[in-house]
């Protein structure tokens, strides 16, 4: 039982290059989540997914895309990559019909953008 | 605007010590709370849950809530160097969305 997953674990762009960071959870959840965090903003959520086929903004959604696959995977996308972008980004789930709202984190990825 | 509000620290205690992390919220009607810490460089990592008020103890945490004041604090005891960490506090203010803390940066010196 991974518990949730997340590639790749290190990236640098360069501005205006685009990525996609991948996330897959195994817990059978159904929420979904993506932050991003920044020294001293601490963790700001980018996008949800509450089910499967349901997505939507968080506070800070500018420059970010996102799709969920299934009920497994969420993954965002960085359409063109801005410096701004640089920060560590997590993936997270939560079952919120059972435990309530208790989200689980995978292990980051690292951005860089030049 | 849906704040939770953090001392960023670092909060210094002696190892043995008892150490007392506290965080603040801004909306009344707020449901589900949460602690979690953060090794450098690793994910955050649930520690405690806490929906009443009153106090929660699992092992040598204890989470004391109180609604009516909006404050809710996480007791670390018999503290260790292990537990030296940046703990975040987070309160779900709609939904199932989090808003964390900035966080408590924890040192315990042996």
């Known amino acids: 039982n991974a518990g949730v997953t997340q590639t790749p674990k290190f990236q640098v762009l360069k501005t205006g290059q685009s990525m996609t960071l991948q996330c897959a959870q195994d817990?059978?959840?159904?929420?979904m989540y993506w932050y991003r965090q920044d020294p001293g903003m601490g963790l700001r959520l980018i996008y949800y997914s509450a089910s499967e086929g349901t997505t939507d903004k968080g506070e800070v959604p500018n420059g970010y895309n996102v799709s969920r696959l299934n009920k497994r995977e969420f993954s965002l996308r960085l359409e063109s990559a801005a410096p701004s972008q640089t920060s560590v980004y997590f993936c997270a789930s939560s079952e919120a019909n059972g435990s309530p709202y208790e989200q689980y984190f995978g292990p980051g990825t690292r951005l860089t953008v030049t | 605007q849906k704040e939770v509000e953090q001392n960023s620290g670092p909060l210094s205690v002696p190892e043995g010590a008892i150490a007392s992390l506290n965080c603040t919220y801004s909306?009344?009607?707020?449901?589900?709370f949460f602690w979690y810490r953060q090794y450098s460089g690793k994910s955050p990592e649930l520690i405690m849950s806490?929906?009443?008020?009153g106090d929660k103890e699992d092992g040598r945490f204890t989470a004391q809530l109180n609604k009516a004041s909006q404050y809710v604090s996480l007791l670390i005891r018999d503290s260790q160097p292990s537990d030296s960490a940046t703990y975040l506090c987070a309160v779900t203010f709609a939904g199932n969305m989090l808003t964390f803390g900035g966080g408590t940066r924890l040192m315990v010196k042996p």
């Open positions: 909306d009344r009607g707020s449901q589900s």
């Open positions: 806490i929906y009443s008020n």
């Open positions: 817990m059978n959840h159904n929420s």
